[in-house]
Nanobody, 115 residues
Framework: QVQVVESGGGLVQPGGSLRLSCSAS????????MGWYRQAPGKERDLVAS???????IYADSVKGRFTITRDNTKNTVYLQMNSLRPDDTAVYYCNAHISVRDYWGQGTQVTVSS
C-alpha cells in the first residue's frame, strides 16, 4: 500500500502563484509515474500534469506555460508549481501515484483563486 499526501493548497489572488507538494511512500518511488489531477464542483476529475520515471512530463493544454511539475526522488516528493493562476484553476487538486497497474490517491488539497 502506497500512502500519498498532498500539501500546499490555499487561497490566492488571480495572477498569483502556489506550489503544491505530494509525498508518496515506498522504496521504489523513483519508478512511480506521478500525476496531479483536479476536480472543480460539478465537474469530472481531470489530469493537470504528470511526470514519469524518465522523467517525461505531460500537461493539460489549459496549464501549459503556467504550471510546472517536477520530482525529487531523494525526498519521495513531486511538486506542482502554479503561476499566473486564474479563477478557473479553482478546484480540489489530487495527487496520484501510478505503479504497474495500481493507482494510489491522496486526500486532495483545495486551491481557490479569487480576489
Amino acid at each position: 500500500q502506497v500512502q500519498v499526501v498532498e500539501s500546499g493548497g490555499g487561497l490566492v489572488q488571480p495572477g498569483g502563484s502556489l506550489r503544491l507538494s505530494c509525498s508518496a511512500s515506498g522504496s521504489i518511488f523513483r519508478f512511480y509515474t506521478m500525476g496531479w489531477y483536479r476536480q472543480a464542483p460539478g465537474k469530472e476529475r481531470d489530469l493537470v500534469a504528470s511526470i514519469t520515471a524518465d522523467p517525461r512530463t505531460i500537461y493539460a493544454d489549459s496549464v501549459k506555460g503556467r504550471f510546472t511539475i517536477t520530482r525529487d526522488n531523494t525526498k519521495n516528493t513531486v511538486y506542482l508549481q502554479m503561476n499566473s493562476l486564474r479563477p478557473d484553476d479553482t478546484a480540489v487538486y489530487y495527487c496520484n501515484a501510478h505503479i504497474s497497474v495500481r493507482d494510489y490517491w491522496g486526500q486532495g488539497t483545495q486551491v481557490t483563486v479569487s480576489s
